[in-house]
């Protein structure tokens, strides 16, 4: 506790000393705390997909508790298969974010010297000076990869996980896990490190070995599963490669909000605003986030914006998701129904194998993949649709929007479909289950509201997805001729 300072009044030593010695020892406390304590930022709730998963989701149980509580829907449903989507823990800043760091630090390096004083801050700081004078820390090699942080975001997750759903995770289950990544360096060293966590739970205190010595191998690469987008040729031409699909996104970038956000920068690093965009604006405004996020800082690069801009530079990042990966264009989430279906196989092979009083041979399937992955599944599904498109023209009425990809997809976020088998059903129908968790949390229903279905209900309501949706179809390029592929 820190003492107030009317403790001191009372102190037998001179007061000036005193006040001294209390403020070193006080000093030396915050300092205490803070190692102990995540260090916060009133920007945090705005970094989007740069945001810790503790800061999207605060109050998480942690293994203890889970494991008391373990998981069971009712008395008489078991938890039977488990298969979950997780993205990456958090990460370095790619090269491209990092070039576009390196400009902005030079431009703050060549600047005239600040002019009779303007261009301090509040605590009459010239931020501008402070900043160029800050070495920056990231580098080219860098890009994107996996940072420690994000191996503990894995293997804490790991932990809840196994703790959640004993069973699933049991020793004797351990050879039968099945993982999956994306081929990016980061998705592989998610599941290593989420393996690692698994190992710690089984053996706490051991040093874990090398996954490519447990019994269940090392993740498999599938990146036609975990990176659909860069396999969907509709996709790519209609979307990522399309210079005007991003329209509403550019707009925003050139709008008044942008724009006052712009002036107020200038002015406060004193450089021409003409130096500036929209892009360098937001390099300077994710700095802040990964500084906190992969060393724990406070970075003086948080104090350029306020939280006003924040919630403008959100929109900013929810507008690209939401035309690149979201409701903006049907193909986003539509290139996604092989991952799908791949689900609902996973999840019908376990069913048959119940009913045929088989064990389930694969009771756990991890899938390690991107923001880029969980949004257009979720999209797919029906989940954050707001009733009116994200525009660059409708930043206001979106204050309260569902699809804000911070609450969605921190880093560490996960997808799990939970499979019970009720052994007192009344009907063979309602002898399995399905209960959804998004970042551990129970997704109710996106037509019901309800917390757990009937498995063959949710097969019904997603039938045109499971049984229309045929991405060699769904992903062709009208331009292309679509029958070459099929022969
Ligand atoms: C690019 O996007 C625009 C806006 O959605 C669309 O009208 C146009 O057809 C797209 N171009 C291609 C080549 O798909």
Known sequence: MLRGPSSLVGASVAPAAALAVALLSSLSRCDLLESEQPVVSVLSPYFGTKTRYEDANPGLPDAEVLRRGAERLEDACTPVQLVALIRHGTRYPTAKQIAKLRHLHRLLQSRAPALGGSGADDDGRDLGAVLARRPLWYADWMDGQL????RQDMRQLALRMASRFPALFS????????????SKHRCVDSGDAFLQGLWQHHHPGLPAPDVADMECGPPRINDKLMRFFDHCEK??????KNTTALYHVEAFKNGPEMQKILNKVAATLQVPVNNLNADLIQVAFFTCSFDLAIKGVKSPWCDVFDVDDAKVLEYLNDLKQY???GYGYTINSRSSCTLFQDIFQHMDKAVAEKQRSQPVSSPVILQFGHAETLLPLLSLMGYFKDKEPLTAYNYKEQTHRKFRSGHIVPYASNLMFV???????KTPKEEFQVQM??????LPLAYSQETVCLYEDLKTHYKDILQDCHTSEECASPKMNTTSDEL
């Open 235 to 240: 996709f790519l031409t209609e979307v990522e």
């Open 437 to 442: 968790l998004l970042n551990e949390k129970v």
């Open 323 to 325: 035309w690149k990966r």
């Open 419 to 425: 499979l019970y088998h009720c052994e007192n059903a």
């Open 147 to 150: 940072v420690e942080k994000g």
């Open 171 to 182: 020793r004797e289950n351990y050879g039968r896990l099945r993982l999956i990544t994306s």
